[in-house]
C-alpha cells in the first residue's frame, strides 16, 4: 500500500464532497491534524474508522486501501491483491514485534542476573544484597508483562492436535504453561488441551 497515494486519494475525495479538513474531521470526530497526517501519507486511517471515513467520502475500503477508484470489472482481482498485501504487511509487523519482545528481554534477564549474582558474591551489607534482588526482579516484571503482550498479539498460535490457528487472550497466555513460545493451552476449535506453537502464518 501506497499511503501517499492513498493520502492524495483522500484529500482529492474529500474535495469533490467539498469539505475542509475540519468539516471532514468534525463528521468523523477526530482532529483535523488527523486528517492532514492521512492526506500527507504520514498516517492511515485507523481501521475502527476506515468504513465510516469511507461512507463519508462515497467511496469503498478497497478504494481507499489502492488510493484510487476501482472499476467493478476489476474489483475481484484487486480486492484479493489488497488482501494479500495486508496479509504480508501483517507478517512482517509481527515478525518485528517478535524480534522487538528478543530486544526488550534479553537486557532485562541480564541486568536482574547481574545484580543477583553482585547479591550473591559481592562482600556488601546485607540490606544491600536485598535491595540489588528487589531491584533485579522489579525491573523484570514489566519487561515480562510487555513482552507477554507482543507475543500474544503478534502472529498465532497454532494447535498440536487439529492445526488450528488462534489468537488467545492475554489471560490464557499469562497462565499457560510453556517452553519459549510454545504454550499448553485449550484449543477453541477441537477442545483439546496442548502444547500450542507459536507461528506468524494464518
Same mark, same amino acid.
Given at each position: 500500500?501506497?499511503?501517499?497515494?492513498?493520502?492524495?486519494?483522500?484529500?482529492?475525495?474529500?474535495?469533490?464532497?467539498?469539505?475542509?479538513?475540519?468539516?471532514?474531521?468534525? #463528521?468523523?470526530?477526530?482532529?483535523?491534524?488527523?486528517?492532514? $497526517?492521512?492526506?500527507?501519507? #504520514?498516517?492511515?486511517?485507523?481501521?475502527?474508522?476506515?468504513?465510516?471515513?469511507?461512507?463519508?467520502?462515497?467511496?469503498?475500503?478497497?478504494?481507499?486501501?489502492?488510493?484510487?477508484?476501482?472499476?467493478?470489472?476489476?474489483? #475481484?482481482?484487486?480486492?484479493?491483491?489488497? @488482501?494479500?498485501?495486508?496479509?504480508?504487511?501483517?507478517?512482517?509487523?509481527?515478525?518485528?514485534?517478535?524480534?522487538?519482545?528478543?530486544?526488550?528481554?534479553?537486557?532485562?534477564?541480564?541486568?536482574?542476573?547481574?545484580?543477583?549474582?553482585?547479591?550473591?558474591?559481592?562482600? @556488601?551489607?546485607?540490606?544491600?544484597?536485598?535491595?540489588?534482588?528487589?531491584?533485579?526482579?522489579?525491573?523484570?516484571?514489566?519487561?515480562?508483562?510487555?513482552?507477554?503482550?507482543?507475543?500474544?498479539?503478534?502472529?498465532?498460535?497454532?494447535? #498440536?492436535?487439529?492445526?488450528?490457528?488462534?489468537?488467545?487472550?492475554?489471560?490464557?497466555?499469562?497462565?499457560?504453561?510453556?517452553?519459549?513460545?510454545?504454550? $499448553?493451552?485449550?484449543?477453541?476449535?477441537?477442545?483439546?488441551?496442548?502444547?500450542?506453537?507459536?507461528?506468524? $502464518?494464518?
Amino acid at each position: 500500500m501506497d499511503q501517499i497515494q492513498i493520502g492524495k486519494f483522500i484529500a482529492a475525495c474529500r474535495k469533490e464532497k467539498g469539505m475542509t479538513q475540519a468539516q471532514l474531521a468534525e #463528521k468523523m470526530g477526530i482532529s483535523d491534524r488527523a486528517v492532514s $497526517k492521512w492526506e500527507t501519507g #504520514k498516517n492511515m486511517p485507523d481501521s475502527s474508522i476506515m468504513l465510516e471515513l469511507c461512507d463519508e467520502l462515497g467511496i469503498t475500503v478497497n478504494d481507499l486501501l489502492n488510493g484510487r477508484r476501482i472499476a467493478m470489472e476489476n474489483y #475481484k482481482e484487486i480486492a484479493e491483491k489488497t @488482501i494479500l498485501e495486508m496479509q504480508n504487511a501483517k507478517e512482517q509487523n509481527d515478525k518485528l514485534l517478535l524480534l522487538t519482545e528478543i530486544v526488550i528481554s534479553i537486557p532485562s534477564v541480564l541486568i536482574m542476573l547481574i545484580l543477583c549474582m553482585v547479591a550473591a558474591y559481592a562482600q @556488601i551489607p546485607e540490606w544491600v544484597r536485598i535491595v540489588l534482588i528487589a531491584v533485579g526482579v522489579i525491573q523484570l516484571i514489566p519487561c515480562v508483562l510487555v513482552s507477554l503482550g507482543i507475543e500474544q498479539r503478534a502472529g498465532y498460535y497454532m494447535c #498440536k492436535k487439529c492445526g488450528h490457528r488462534w489468537v488467545p487472550a492475554y489471560a490464557q497466555v499469562f497462565f499457560a504453561p510453556h517452553f519459549g513460545r510454545t504454550r $499448553k493451552m485449550t484449543c477453541p476449535y477441537c477442545g483439546k488441551r496442548c502444547y500450542h506453537k507459536k507461528v506468524i $502464518k494464518k
